[in-house]
């Protein structure tokens, strides 16, 4: 039995709530969070990062995405909760399921700490028929969770103009300007990276994203930034409040914000904004909704970011090189696992200049596990890799010029035909979407058709999305652009030049094997013609395919013609810095097929 279930279960009887909902997030709504928020981890086991719960006095469910399926059904087993499949990706269909099931009249509760504002109303529009309350104002998680983290306080620290490209006075003046062109007095700043980006300060604060827990409220005449004296170094403080931030305690930002004048107006993110400091904001202040103008700005690197991100990409392609090296000459000769196999990558990228770690848990996948396409190998899981089989490798590193993600697999062993025709029609996705030439107005899930075609003509698919944007030394996913299914996708956000964003198609076959390759594609200018300006992707991820996967004949000609000239590339800007016996290597495994 789940002793912390019935705990809060408990505690629901006491207070009259016929269900508690719980989000998978923190007071910053980000996908990223610290372990003093994992709430969902500490109640059920499932450790995937979408998810949402609720609880009943019969009835504990989880609901998430095709992603996390299989891996939801092993971490549930005797929690208590069960899996409920999502039929569309980030869609809050436990709404829908919460107003058949209640009873006329029925109290539901959640803790407005950490429920988006924008949820909220559709949970009030889907409640009313039957007049089902929701209250936001219970945390009954608090004084269960006995050994609950506290909140994080690593010290932050300045992300240098040299690696920014453009000084914090520059984005918050051009922040100002895009506000007064919208009308607006304020703007309510709460994830973190949007925050971390317009100051050019990073942190220690969420796992595998440097990021300091913040708010912000931006005016015309200052920054308030709401973190805390003890996480901003004294000179920083200093430099901060020469260029117009003023710095509060963390929890002042509700407080700040209940003071706003009569008539003023703020931008808000209804997604991204909590329920708590939606209701903070008076009724006297207009609020106008709308995608976070950092978060639209960040998302297009500017000159230095776009030439770090190439360097940063022969930084992490040369320990990729090196790691691939090892494994084919270690496998079979010493033992490794998919835990063991991870530690060595990230070895030989912490090998390389300005590494701060990885950008994510590294998915170290043999043969079955590879189905999974968030699988993270626990010492229970660990599998040892033996010179047969199929190894997908997906993983990232954070360097202080960049963000990288990238995916390979690799066969260990000889592959059959069929792993060759699954392999190859996934990688002509990625080829095709790489070849991509468009205009400017473009969306992305107006091209995400080029990375499935292959797949679909053989009626095969995957369920997650084809590409989602990427931070600058933050998260590995950021907004607003991604190459998704007009259901699961942003169907708004144009692609422009700047825009990084990662082409990663796939195929799985549960219980044996998952094949994907992912590079990471910036958006560059290709041409002016009478019909406007045209686009394509320059790929900017640098590592070798195995070649020993592809199907040669179900290639077309210009994708077998990408294919070596990417190769040639890899072997080009990497060769000249590794070890004669790597580079040979490498050679080999990037010739002309």
């Given at each position: 039995m789940n002793r912390k279930l019935a705990a809060i279960r408990t505690r629901m009887k006491n207070n009259g709530i016929a269900a508690y909902i719980i989000p998978v997030t923190d007071p910053h709504l980000g996908e990223y969070v610290p372990d003093h928020w994992r709430i969902i981890r500490w109640l059920t086991g499932f450790t995937g990062s979408a998810a949402n719960v609720v609880i009943t006095d019969s009835f504990a469910g989880l609901w998430t995405d095709s992603r996390y399926f299989i891996q939801a059904e092993n971490q549930l087993k005797g929690s208590g909760f069960e899996l409920v499949k999502l039929k569309i990706p980030h869609t809050p269909e436990y709404i829908d399921w919460l107003a058949a099931n209640l009873a006329k009249g029925s109290l539901v509760a959640t803790d407005g700490r950490i429920m988006p504002a924008g949820t909220v109303r559709m949970i009030e529009k889907a409640f009313a028929r039957k007049r089902i309350k929701l209250d936001t104002g219970y945390d009954l998680i608090s004084g269960i969770w006995k050994d609950r983290e506290p909140m994080p306080q690593d010290e932050a620290f300045e992300h240098s103009l040299s690696y920014a490209g453009k000084s914090r006075k520059e984005k918050i003046t051009e922040v100002r300007e895009e506000m007064k062109a919208i009308g607006a007095d304020y703007h309510l700043l709460t994830s973190l990276d949007d925050i971390a980006w317009l100051l050019n300060i990073r942190g220690g604060d969420v796992k595998f994203s440097p990021l300091f827990t913040s708010f912000a409220i931006i005016s015309h005449i200052d920054v308030k930034l709401f973190a805390g004296l003890e996480k901003i170094p004294v000179n920083l403080r200093q430099k901060l409040k020469n260029d117009g931030v003023r710095l509060m305690a963390y929890d002042r930002v509700g407080p700040e914000l209940e003071k706003l004048e009569e008539g003023r107006s703020i931008i808000i993110t209804p997604g991204t904004t909590s329920a708590l400091l939606f209701k903070a904001i008076p009724a006297r202040v207009d609020i106008i909704e709308e995608i976070s103008i950092p978060t639209r700005m960040k998302a297009?690197?500017?000159r230095v970011e776009t030439e770090n991100i190439r360097q940063v990409m022969i930084k992490d392609g040369l320990a990729l090189t090196r790691f691939f090296?090892?494994?084919?000459?270690?496998?079979?000769?010493?033992?490794?696992?998919?835990?063991?196999?991870?530690?060595?990558?990230?070895?030989?990228?912490?090998?390389?200049?300005?590494?701060?770690?990885?950008?994510?848990?590294?998915?170290?996948?043999?043969n079955e596990h590879g189905a999974l396409p968030h699988y993270c190998a626990t010492p229970e899981t660990d599998a040892e890799l033996k010179p047969e089989g199929i190894f997908l490798l997906d993983s990232g590193g954070q360097y202080y010029g960049g963000t990288t993600d990238v995916t390979r697999t690799v066969c260990l062993g000889s592959p059959t035909e069929r792993q060759k025709t699954d392999?190859?029609?996934?990688?002509?996705?990625?080829?095709?979407?790489?070849?991509?030439?468009?205009?400017?107005?473009?969306?992305?899930?107006?091209?995400?058709?080029?990375?499935?075609k292959a797949l679909w003509e053989h009626g095969l698919n995957y369920g997650h999305g084809t590409g989602h944007g990427v931070g600058y030394f933050l998260n590995v996913h950021e907004g607003p652009q991604t190459i998704g299914t007009g259901a699961s996708g942003d169907i708004k956000t144009i692609l422009e030049p700047g825009m990084l964003t990662a082409d990663e198609p796939a195929i799985y076959r549960e219980g044996e094997y998952g094949f994907r390759t992912e590079n990471l594609l910036l958006c560059v200018e290709d041409r002016e013609t009478g019909y406007g300006t045209f686009l394509k992707f320059e790929t900017v991820t640098l590592c070798y395919i195995d070649t020993s996967l592809i199907a040669k004949e179900l290639m077309t000609e210009p994708e077998i013609i990408w294919l070596n000239e990417y190769h040639d590339r890899v072997y080009n800007?990497?060769?000249?810095?590794?070890?004669?016996?790597?580079?040979?290597w490498l050679k080999v495994k990037t010739r002309t097929i």
């Amino acid at each position: 039995m789940n002793r912390k279930l019935a705990a809060i279960r408990t505690r629901m009887k006491n207070n009259g709530i016929a269900a508690y909902i719980i989000p998978v997030t923190d007071p910053h709504l980000g996908e990223y969070v610290p372990d003093h928020w994992r709430i969902i981890r500490w109640l059920t086991g499932f450790t995937g990062s979408a998810a949402n719960v609720v609880i009943t006095d019969s009835f504990a469910g989880l609901w998430t995405d095709s992603r996390y399926f299989i891996q939801a059904e092993n971490q549930l087993k005797g929690s208590g909760f069960e899996l409920v499949k999502l039929k569309i990706p980030h869609t809050p269909e436990y709404i829908d399921w919460l107003a058949a099931n209640l009873a006329k009249g029925s109290l539901v509760a959640t803790d407005g700490r950490i429920m988006p504002a924008g949820t909220v109303r559709m949970i009030e529009k889907a409640f009313a028929r039957k007049r089902i309350k929701l209250d936001t104002g219970y945390d009954l998680i608090s004084g269960i969770w006995k050994d609950r983290e506290p909140m994080p306080q690593d010290e932050a620290f300045e992300h240098s103009l040299s690696y920014a490209g453009k000084s914090r006075k520059e984005k918050i003046t051009e922040v100002r300007e895009e506000m007064k062109a919208i009308g607006a007095d304020y703007h309510l700043l709460t994830s973190l990276d949007d925050i971390a980006w317009l100051l050019n300060i990073r942190g220690g604060d969420v796992k595998f994203s440097p990021l300091f827990t913040s708010f912000a409220i931006i005016s015309h005449i200052d920054v308030k930034l709401f973190a805390g004296l003890e996480k901003i170094p004294v000179n920083l403080r200093q430099k901060l409040k020469n260029d117009g931030v003023r710095l509060m305690a963390y929890d002042r930002v509700g407080p700040e914000l209940e003071k706003l004048e009569e008539g003023r107006s703020i931008i808000i993110t209804p997604g991204t904004t909590s329920a708590l400091l939606f209701k903070a904001i008076p009724a006297r202040v207009d609020i106008i909704e709308e995608i976070s103008i950092p978060t639209r700005m960040k998302a297009v690197k500017n000159r230095v970011e776009t030439e770090n991100i190439r360097q940063v990409m022969i930084k992490d392609g040369l320990a990729l090189t090196r790691f691939f090296y090892w494994l084919e000459n270690s496998i079979g000769k010493i033992k490794i696992s998919e835990i063991s196999a991870a530690d060595k990558l990230l070895e030989y990228r912490l090998q390389q200049a300005d590494c701060e770690g990885p950008s994510f848990a590294t998915i170290a996948a043999y043969n079955e596990h590879g189905a999974l396409p968030h699988y993270c190998a626990t010492p229970e899981t660990d599998a040892e890799l033996k010179p047969e089989g199929i190894f997908l490798l997906d993983s990232g590193g954070q360097y202080y010029g960049g963000t990288t993600d990238v995916t390979r697999t690799v066969c260990l062993g000889s592959p059959t035909e069929r792993q060759k025709t699954d392999f190859t029609l996934a990688l002509k996705g990625t080829i095709n979407l790489a070849m991509a030439k468009f205009p400017l107005g473009t969306k992305g899930y107006q091209i995400e058709i080029l990375a499935r075609k292959a797949l679909w003509e053989h009626g095969l698919n995957y369920g997650h999305g084809t590409g989602h944007g990427v931070g600058y030394f933050l998260n590995v996913h950021e907004g607003p652009q991604t190459i998704g299914t007009g259901a699961s996708g942003d169907i708004k956000t144009i692609l422009e030049p700047g825009m990084l964003t990662a082409d990663e198609p796939a195929i799985y076959r549960e219980g044996e094997y998952g094949f994907r390759t992912e590079n990471l594609l910036l958006c560059v200018e290709d041409r002016e013609t009478g019909y406007g300006t045209f686009l394509k992707f320059e790929t900017v991820t640098l590592c070798y395919i195995d070649t020993s996967l592809i199907a040669k004949e179900l290639m077309t000609e210009p994708e077998i013609i990408w294919l070596n000239e990417y190769h040639d590339r890899v072997y080009n800007l990497l060769s000249q810095l590794l070890p004669e016996k790597i580079k040979q290597w490498l050679k080999v495994k990037t010739r002309t097929i």
